[in-house]
């Protein structure tokens, strides 16, 4: 199949004291997302869509959140691990369409920088990234944040691309695996921990 379409849609609660980050974007805000993550619902929408896109699971099989590692874990690790998976099933993202339902802050204002880091992860042009925001009109969800993401895949045909992908995953792997000691010996944990079941990440 030349090309494959996935789904993914998370949430998060508000919560005060906690710095705002959506779409890899910090954001001033006096609230920001609870969660064993640093709580960036749109980044991890949009692993769960690429990760259903080739059937590869989702965020939480790879990354359980009652994983110590993974305490305040910058989301963009987790995009990593899922372009790795959609590139070694022998596809690259064409474009993603999103949507935030969110009563504050008000995005408008920070679409277009949003656009551009989620573009920059997943290595498309921002005119292939959309970036759309509701209010949680009658939903009872004010002190929610909700994500519904959407991609298209393409296969790679030109073999010699899919070993170059290949090559810059791997380093980005090898610089993750520092990553990952660094933060293990900061919460003074193994670097492979065993996984647990929780569901927050
Ligand atoms: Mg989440």
């Known amino acids: 199949m030349d090309i494959r379409i996935g789904y993914g849609w998370d949430s998060h609660a ?3 004291g906690v710095p705002l980050k959506i779409g890899g974007l910090a954001i001033e805000h006096p609230q920001g997302l609870a969660g064993h993550s640093d709580g960036d619902v749109l980044l991890h929408a949009i692993t769960d869509a690429l990760l259903g896109a080739v059937s590869a699971g989702d965020i939480g099989s790879f990354f359980p959140p009652g994983d ?3 305490k305040d874990a910058d989301s963009s690790i987790f995009l990593n691990l899922a372009m790795e998976e959609i590139q070694n099933a022998g596809y690259r993202v064409v474009n993603v369409d999103t949507t935030l339902v969110l009563d504050q802050p008000k995005i408008g204002p920070v679409a277009a920088e949003m656009r551009e880091r989620v573009a920059e992860l997943l290595g498309i042009v921002p005119s292939n990234v959309g970036i759309k925001a509701k209010t949680p009109e009658g939903l009872g969800a004010d002190n929610v944040a909700q994500a519904h993401a ?3 895949l393409e296969r790679i045909e030109d073999p010699g691309e899919l070993q170059t992908m290949s090559a810059v995953m791997q ?3 090898e610089l993750e ?3 990952r000691d660094l933060v293990s ?3 003074g944990v193994p670097v492979r ?3 647990d079941t929780d569901d927050i990440t």
């Open 14 to 16: 508000f919560k005060a």
């Open 68 to 70: 110590p590692r993974w």
């Open 150 to 152: 959407v991609v298209l």
């Open 171 to 173: 380093s980005q792997r």
């Open 177 to 179: 695996d520092v990553v």
């Open 185 to 187: 010996q900061v919460h």
């Open 193 to 195: 921990a065993p996984f």
